[in-house]
């Protein structure tokens, strides 16, 4: 999360602004508040981490063990997925979006990928990237409980992002 951003139960996106009043060289006067954000700000979003010129994190991928190594600073997922057994990376679509309807108002939409599996596996964890290697993750997730696939099932992997 970036210095100034807040998390806070009466709103999924806050921001704190700050100004100081510098008189004779010295800070006289703070003044604070906390922003609203209107619904185009909520689609401008919605339309940056989805996709657009921004490269948006739509890209799906599974991992083989759980994610117990993950840290605040990782950077991939443990133990992903190659080009093995129809599992590989790979850009899934976004659907679903719901728009804000009111100043602060949620919006969220989905990330839907439909893996077809080519082998026996267990697919514990799934993750967002931006790119179909490499990129930045999003995020990251285990699942409660593990995925049994084997060859010829379908794996659909459905993410919601709440904005």
């Known amino acids: 999360m970036q210095q100034g951003m807040v998390a806070g139960p009466e709103k999924r996106y806050k921001c704190r602004v700050l100004a100081d009043v510098i008189r004779d060289g ?28 921004w490269g948006g ?3 799906v991928a599974c991992g083989w063990t759980p994610s117990t190594a993950m840290t605040k600073d990782s ?5 992903e997925f ?11 679509a976004t659907q679903n979006y719901v728009a804000p309807s009111t100043n602060d108002g949620a919006a969220s939409y989905e990330v839907y990928k439909s893996f ?7 697919v514990y964890s799934s993750a967002l990237f931006t790119a179909a290697s490499g990129g930045t993750m999003f995020v990251y ?23």
């Not at 950077?75 to 133990?79: I, K, S």
């Open 116 to 122: 077809s599996v080519t082998g026996t596996t267990t």
């Open 26 to 53: 010295r800070v006289v006067q703070t003044v604070e508040g906390e922003n609203s954000r209107p619904v185009v700000g909520g689609n401008w979003q919605a339309a940056v981490m989805w996709g657009s010129a």
């Open 82 to 92: 190659g080009a093995v057994m129809g599992l590989q990376r790979a850009v899934g």
């Open 141 to 163: 997730a285990d699942f409660g409980t593990a995925a049994s696939v084997a060859s010829g099932d379908t794996l659909n992997v459905t993410w919601t992002v709440n904005l």
């Open 57 to 59: 994190a739509n890209y």
């Open 75 to 79: 950077t991939t997922l443990d133990n």
